[in-house]
Each structure stands twice: as structure tokens, then as C-alpha cells.
Nanobody
């Protein structure tokens, strides 16, 4: 059974940083499959933010949405993935979700309907 639990959300001022984490409690996706971060702002569709896809051995690849490239950094340590967020703006305010699927070799990693496993989400609010 897959169980994803996010944490680390909160309220910050523009320009500040925040780090989210997501633990895969059953180690279902440690060094396999792919895990992604999505976010959904009020009144908007859920969008893919970053994905980590497992490669050979313990290697992995990372991809980012254009809107966060250069500001966000996703990385994995064993059964946890993290999302370091820098230079936050009010547009980054959203509920952030961790999601997982068995493979990202096909399809579009940014499409939320391709992920069967989701965490409960953690809220990020950026305001002055």
C-alpha cells in the first residue's frame, strides 16, 4: 500500500524560501518509478511543478515546470522527496501535493491524471 505524507507548508513573505517534504512511508518508490510535486491554487487547475524519475542504481533525473525552473529544487533522499522553494512570490501560493506513479517513461509527467497515488497536501501561502 502506498502512503504519501507531505509536510513543511506555511506562510511566508515574498522573496523568502520554504522547503516541503514528502515521505513515502512504505518505501514504494525508493529508487524506482517517479515522484512529483503538484500544486493547485484557488480557482485554478492543478499543475505539475517538479518530478524526480528514478534512473539506474540510485541515480535520478529531475524536471521542472517553466514557472519554477531556477527557483525550485527537487531532490530525493531514500524514501523522502523534498522541494526547496526560493524567491517565492504570491503566485506560488497553493496547496502542494506529492504524487507518485510506477514509471514516467511514457506520457506527460505534468498531467495529474497519470498519477494514481497522492498525499493529502500542504498549504503554502506567500503574502506581504
Amino acid at each position: 500500500q502506498v502512503h504519501l505524507v507531505e509536510s513543511g507548508g506555511g506562510s511566508v513573505s515574498p522573496g523568502e524560501s520554504l522547503e516541503l517534504s514528502c515521505v513515502d512511508t512504505e518505501y514504494s518508490f525508493t529508487h524506482r518509478g517517479c515522484m512529483a510535486w503538484f500544486r493547485q491554487a484557488a480557482g485554478k487547475e492543478r499543475e505539475g511543478v517538479a518530478v524526480i524519475t528514478s534512473g539506474e542504481g540510485a541515480s535520478y533525473h529531475r524536471y521542472y515546470a517553466d514557472s519554477v525552473a531556477g527557483r525550485f529544487n527537487a531532490y530525493q533522499v531514500q524514501n523522502k522527496i523534498y522541494l526547496q522553494m526560493k524567491s517565492l512570490t504570491p503566485d506560488d501560493s497553493a496547496m502542494y501535493y506529492c504524487a507518485a506513479r510506477s514509471s514516467c517513461d511514457s506520457g506527460d509527467w505534468k498531467r495529474d491524471n497519470e498519477y494514481p497515488y497522492w498525499g493529502q497536501g500542504t498549504q503554502v501561502t506567500v503574502s506581504s
